[in-house]
């Protein structure tokens, strides 16, 4: 069994900050890519960051200096801190993680609950 558990979602001003954690626990062998998704109300689930295990990342071109995605490998965690938050950064962000769960096994995405993000005044 595999966990991701996400926090760190809350309300806040227009101009604020964030920072979500989202740590994965359970039969992990080995972790390939973590990152994060976002959906907002009435549209499709989008890419905002994720972070592979060489510590290369890749971003939304629309969020690029103002979100950052970090890893913590050590405590199977990702992080994603949001700066200068807009309103239409409001979503709920998904956190997932591309991984193994045997040596020899396949790898599968696991997916967290969700974390509700709204910027507002």
């Known amino acids: 069994q595999v966990q991701l558990v996400e926090s760190g979602g809350g309300l806040v001003q227009p101009g604020g900050s964030l920072r979500l954690s989202c740590a994965a626990s359970g039969s992990i062998f080995s972790i390939n890519d973590m990152g994060w998704y976002r959906q907002a109300p009435g549209k499709q689930r989008e890419l905002v960051a994720t972070a592979s295990s060489d510590d290369s990342s890749i971003y939304a071109d629309s969020l690029k200096g103002r979100f950052t995605i970090s890893r913590d490998n050590a405590k199977n965690t990702v992080y994603l801190q949001m700066n200068s938050l807009k309103p239409e950064d409001t979503a709920v962000y998904y956190c997932?993680?591309?991984?193994?769960?045997?040596?020899?096994?396949?790898?599968?995405?696991?997916w967290g609950q969700g974390t509700q993000v709204t910027v507002s005044s």
């Open positions: 997932y993680a591309n991984l193994r769960t045997a040596i020899a096994g396949p790898k599968y995405n696991y």
